[in-house]
């Protein structure tokens, strides 16, 4: 049975074009502002959710997922910070494409 919610909200062509953005981003993992990770999981479906320190971002799409936390630095993301972002917004990719299959 098909998550026809899921498949509403965020479409294939949609979602074609937000994992080119994320493999964009994978190519410059010195160069990622935060500004750029909170705009991509922002088109995943994420919200803003006052927790913690640092700005997190949880998704009512993906009830099961866990929230990210996006640091709101000026200037670039340490590398290694980025990429970890990076492979949980993947993770949600991942996620609704499952969904989309069912």
């Not at 909170?38 to 971002?57: C, I, N, Q, V």
């Amino acid at each position: 049975m098909k998550n026809d919610i899921v498949g509403d909200i965020i479409n294939k062509r949609k979602l074609q074009k937000i994992k080119k953005k994320l493999q964009k981003l994978r190519l410059r993992p010195n160069n990622i502002r935060s500004v750029e990770l909170a705009s991509l999981a922002k088109s995943l479906k994420r919200r803003l959710f006052d927790r913690g320190k640092e700005p997190t971002y949880v998704s009512d799409l993906l009830p099961r997922s866990r929230p990210i936390s996006i640091p709101n630095h000026p200037g670039t993301m340490a590398k290694g910070t980025a990429l970890n972002i990076l492979d949980q917004l993947e993770q949600d990719i991942f996620e609704i494409e499952e969904s989309n299959k069912e």
